[in-house]
């Protein structure tokens, strides 16, 4: 008797030739892992708690239609995709349409105020006393002596004052929003007068104009792109001239032949002929430095002691705080601007003030900020560099050399003066370089000459054990 799951057929030869049954195939489609199983695998736990269980189920279902698809038809070469490729796949999915959470990163570059990385740390004093206020209720915007609605930002407005000599001040979301907020209360609908030297663009290519033009304010350009003095602004000075305005330049410099006039100038200007001035410092540096990056760059308490009407900064760069925009001053055009419409578009949340509180308290009592990280006493962080090349070697066998490098301020401040110092160089190049990335924690250096550089002054001292495991599992996957 012939096999009964094979059939045959006569040939002109007389031979006999197989012909195969479809349905003794297996149905590759059968060992598709099913998704209660797929949910319940320990490989997806993690997802489902960053995603949720809804958002994990709908890819795993696109995922394994997709399968099922794909085993479709004649072609009984086909392999189904064993539950690991399927728990890799709806991973990637989930990743690709919601996109990976924000995750720590280890900022080794040098640069302080870095805007990929979420531009400067907070001081770890200051994020320790959040928690207790971002869990619960807190007294944001109420008097609770009087049990009736309070000012929002008080106290860190108080703060500001203080450190600032200001008779007001007001937070905003960010230096562009105070600088926005200011112009729009002051001067819409008629003209701000600024040299054409101070024109900048800030991050993210927003310009001056273009802040200024959406403000309905309307601009009136003065001087040379390299020279502009007193006299300038005096003869463009009208009937319709609501504000002058001074930028700091902080993101580049103009050298050689050039001429600008000083805060003080202006100002002097200003009261003589009615004109408020307002000064966009733009990296928040509240009160004089001695670092010689900063000894030129002018604060806002010596602006406010210059006789400037308002001035305006940042909260995070040189502050340390969360990024927002603060806005100090002679109280009458510091309270009209709080009265403007717009502020409620721009006023911060309890969070930033929170943080921005804590950390002008710290500004106020001296106490160290993590900028201050820049500038470590020289022979203890060449022996922190030293200890570190040695814990590479021994456990991650990198070799690790010291060399020259340059640290930077970062965020628009300061770039043209590089802080001296040493970093830590190591063989591996590019793919060293992605595998620190892409590590558990990430870690992001730079190259020069194909070598990694890792720049410890951006490296909180706490974060010693996690960079060197971090170096150990990229020296290890490398080989």
Same mark, same amino acid.
């Given at each position: 008797?012939?096999?009964p799951?094979?059939a045959?057929? &006569?040939?002109?030869?007389?031979t006999?030739?197989?012909?195969?049954?479809?349905?003794?195939?297996?149905?590759?489609?059968?060992?598709?892992?099913?998704?209660?199983?797929l949910?319940?695998?320990?490989? @997806?736990?993690?997802?489902?708690?960053?995603?949720?269980?809804?958002?994990?189920?709908?890819?795993?279902? #696109?995922?394994? %239609?997709?399968?099922?698809?794909?085993?479709?038809?004649?072609?009984?070469?086909?392999?189904? /995709?064993?539950?690991?490729?399927v728990?890799?796949?709806?991973?990637?999915?989930?990743?690709?349409?919601?996109?990976? !959470?924000?995750?720590?990163?280890?900022?080794?570059?040098?640069i302080?105020?870095?805007?990929n990385?979420?531009?400067?740390?907070? !001081?770890?004093? $200051?994020?320790?006393?959040?928690?207790?206020?971002?869990?619960a209720?807190?007294?944001?915007e109420?008097?609770?002596?009087?049990?009736?609605?309070?000012?929002?930002?008080?106290?860190?407005?108080?703060?500001?004052?203080?450190?600032?000599?200001?008779?007001?001040?007001? +937070?905003?979301?960010?230096?562009?929003?105070?600088?926005?907020?200011?112009?729009?209360?002051l001067?819409?609908?008629?003209?701000?007068?600024?040299?054409?030297?101070?024109?900048?663009?800030?991050?993210?290519?927003?310009?001056?104009?273009?802040?200024?033009?959406?403000?309905? %304010?309307? @601009?009136?350009? $003065?001087?040379?792109?390299?020279?502009?003095?007193? #006299?300038?602004?005096?003869?463009?000075?009208?009937?319709?001239?609501?504000?002058?305005?001074? $930028?700091? !330049?902080?993101?580049?410099?103009?050298?050689?032949?050039?001429?600008?006039?000083?805060?003080?100038?202006?100002?002097?200007?200003?009261?003589?002929r009615?004109? !408020?001035?307002?000064?966009?410092?733009?990296?928040?540096?509240?009160?004089d430095?001695?670092? /010689?990056?900063?000894?030129?760059?002018?604060?806002?308490?010596?602006?406010?002691?210059?006789?400037?009407?308002?001035?305006?900064?940042?909260?995070?760069?040189?502050?340390?705080?969360? *990024?927002a925009?603060?806005?100090?001053?002679?109280?009458?055009? $510091?309270?009209?601007?709080?009265r403007?419409?717009?502020?409620?578009?721009?006023?911060?949340?309890?969070?930033?003030?929170?943080? @921005?509180e804590?950390?002008?308290?710290?500004? @106020?009592?001296?106490?160290?900020?993590?900028?201050?990280?820049?500038?470590?006493?020289?022979?203890?962080?060449?022996?922190?560099?030293?200890?570190?090349? %040695?814990?590479?070697?021994? *456990?991650?066998r990198?070799? =690790?050399?010291?060399? %020259?490098?340059?640290?930077?301020?970062?965020?628009?401040? #300061? /770039?043209?003066?590089?802080?001296?110092?040493? =970093?830590?160089?190591?063989?591996?190049?590019?793919?060293?370089? *992605?595998?620190?990335?892409? &590590?558990?924690?990430?870690?992001?250096?730079y190259?020069?000459?194909?070598?990694v +550089?890792?720049?410890?002054?951006?490296?909180?001292?706490?974060?010693?054990?996690?960079?060197l495991g971090?170096? +150990?599992?990229?020296?290890?996957?490398?080989?």
């Open positions: 008797m012939g096999d799951g094979r045959t057929m &006569g040939t002109s030869q007389g006999t030739m197989d012909i195969h049954d479809p349905r003794d195939t297996p149905d590759q489609r059968r060992s598709l892992p099913a998704i209660g199983r949910l319940n695998d320990p490989r @997806l736990s993690d997802l489902i708690e960053v995603y949720g269980h809804d958002a994990v189920r709908v890819q795993a279902r #696109a995922e394994l %239609a997709r399968a099922r698809a794909g085993l479709r038809g004649p072609d009984s070469s086909a392999r189904a /995709p064993s539950a690991d490729e728990a890799s796949r709806i991973a990637a999915g989930v990743i690709a349409r919601l996109g990976h !959470p924000l995750q720590r990163v280890i900022n080794a570059t040098g302080f105020v870095h805007t990385l979420g531009r400067a740390p907070l !001081p770890r004093a $200051v994020a320790a006393r959040l928690p207790d206020l971002l869990d209720y807190c007294d944001v109420m008097d609770l002596g009087t049990g009736k609605r309070g000012v929002r930002g008080r106290r860190a407005h108080e703060l500001l004052t203080a450190l600032t000599s200001a008779e007001a001040a007001l +937070v905003v979301n960010n230096n562009a929003a105070a600088l926005m907020l200011a112009l729009a209360t001067a819409q609908d008629r003209e701000v007068i600024v040299s054409r030297g101070e024109l900048v663009e800030i991050g993210g290519s927003f310009r001056i104009p273009d802040i200024m033009a959406t403000s309905g %304010a309307r @601009l009136v350009e $003065v001087g040379t792109t390299n020279r502009t003095r007193l #006299a300038d602004y005096e003869q463009a000075i009208g009937p319709q001239t609501a504000l002058l305005l001074k $930028v700091h !330049p902080s993101n580049y410099r103009i050298c050689g032949f050039t001429e600008a006039v000083e805060g003080r100038a202006l100002a002097q200007l200003g009261r003589r009615g004109i !408020p001035l307002l000064v966009d410092e733009g990296s928040g540096l509240l009160s430095s001695e670092r /010689p990056q900063l000894r030129d760059h002018p604060s806002h308490r010596a602006l406010i002691e210059a006789g400037c009407d308002l001035v305006c900064g940042s909260g995070d760069k040189l502050l340390g705080g969360p *990024q925009g603060i806005l100090v001053g002679d109280a009458a055009w $510091v309270g009209r601007c709080r403007h419409a717009l502020y409620r578009v721009l006023r911060p949340n309890r969070f930033v003030l929170a943080a @921005l804590a950390t002008l308290e710290r500004a @106020l009592r001296g106490l160290p900020m993590p900028l201050d990280q820049l500038w470590p006493e020289p022979a203890a962080h060449h022996a922190r560099l030293e200890g570190f090349a %040695a814990e590479l070697r021994e *456990q991650a990198l070799e =690790a050399s010291i060399i %020259a490098a340059d640290a930077y301020l970062g965020g628009g401040s #300061a /770039p043209e003066a590089p802080v001296s110092g040493e =970093a830590l160089c190591l063989a591996g190049g590019a793919a060293l370089l *992605q595998r620190l990335r892409q &590590g558990d924690p990430a870690v992001v250096g190259l020069r000459e194909d070598r +550089v890792l720049d410890l002054r951006t490296v909180d001292a706490e974060d010693h054990k996690a960079l971090a170096l +150990v599992a990229a020296g290890s996957a490398g080989g």
